[in-house]
């Protein structure tokens, strides 16, 4: 089964970088997508960024410039690049990976989860 693995989270100062990764260490699929997603206490979970299985990216408004993402959905394999961490960063962040499948035209997305990694952005 896939299990997403994230790693690279912790205490950071504003100003401050960190790069997260994630692994898939079960089977491998072919993902469509993965991203990075955050939820900070109280609040719901967003789409940080995403990449593709076609090389496109997305990223929220509040990270453009500061985060980049990057890996290859063939690898299973997902990098955030983070700089200028600011306090309202604070989250945890979960990894993201999306497949379709069923029958004729694989129209139903199945979403997988990592545990999750907390970054703290703090002085």
């Known amino acids: 089964q896939v299990r997403l693995v994230e790693s690279g989270g912790g205490l950071v100062q504003p100003g401050g970088s960190l790069t997260l990764s994630c692994v898939n260490s079960?089977?491998?699929?072919?993902?469509?997508?993965m991203a990075w997603y955050r939820q900070a206490p109280g609040k719901a979970r967003e789409l940080v960024a995403r990449?593709?299985?076609?090389?496109?990216?997305n990223y929220a408004d509040s990270v453009k410039g500061r985060f980049t993402i990057s890996g290859d959905t063939l690898r299973n394999a997902v990098y955030l690049q983070m700089i200028s961490l600011k306090p309202e960063d604070t989250a945890v962040y979960y990894c993201?990976?999306?497949?379709?499948?069923?029958?004729?035209?694989?129209?139903?997305?199945?979403?997988?989860w990592g545990e999750g990694t907390l970054i703290t952005v703090s002085s």
């Open positions: 993201n990976a999306v497949r379709m499948v069923g029958p004729v035209e694989r129209t139903f997305a199945v979403d997988y």
């Open positions: 990449i593709t299985d076609r090389g496109s990216t």
């Open positions: 079960g089977k491998n699929f072919r993902f469509s997508a």
